[in-house]
């Protein structure tokens, strides 16, 4: 089943998420269909505050847009309960985008080393060490565990240029290609 994603403007997206444990109610069932759903409106990561719901669950597959040689093959992950415990010094610009954000690119600074804890489906726990790119995806996740999104980044000039953008959102006036929910969507 496939889920409406909350878009900006939705109080979930701002709120800080809890930790969860092995007993969640139907887990595996919600896991699958955050997949479906990011699959679905072509995103390659989802947490679950997208889904309107306030919990440590992330999704990412950078998998099913690789091809065979890419360094993003076998790239599946499901992170519960996450902590990030290093970011590196360095960091990098590259452009983001979010589903929770549509129609929106812009370009976010973000640490390019990090270190992070997290339990997979199994509630097995794992410290791993990306960088570049996968450390870029799994930070933008991780922030909307935290209550932020990536526009949070940006600087106030920035902000003030897409405002118009993110009002058009909170209306529900943005070009959606997914289901979505929108805070003042008319029906
Ligand atoms: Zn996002």
Do not use: W
Request: glycine share 6%.
């Amino acid at each position: 089943m496939t889920l409406p994603i909350y878009l900006y403007g939705q109080p979930v997206l701002r709120k800080q998420a809890e930790e969860i444990t092995a007993d969640y109610n139907d887990l595996a069932t919600l896991i699958d269909n955050m997949f479906k759903t990011m699959y679905q409106s072509e995103g390659i990561g989802l947490a679950a505050p997208q889904i309107g719901l306030p919990i440590k669950l992330i999704v990412i597959d950078l998998d099913y847009i690789s091809d065979d040689n890419s360094e993003f093959k076998g790239f599946k992950k499901v992170l519960i309960n996450p902590t990030i415990t290093y970011r590196s010094e360095e960091s990098n610009g590259a452009e983001e985008g979010c589903l929770s954000l549509p129609g929106i690119h812009e370009k976010v600074m973000r640490p390019t080393h990090i270190k992070i804890q997290y339990q997979d489906e199994h509630f097995q726990l794992h410290e791993e060490e990306y960088s570049d790119f996968f450390a870029r995806v799994v930070q933008h996740e991780y922030d909307h565990l935290e209550g932020k999104m990536f526009i949070d980044h940006l600087s106030p000039i920035r902000k003030q240029m897409i405002k118009g953008k993110l009002n058009n959102i909170v209306k529900g006036k943005a070009h959606c290609s997914y289901k979505s929910k929108a805070v003042n969507a008319k029906r």
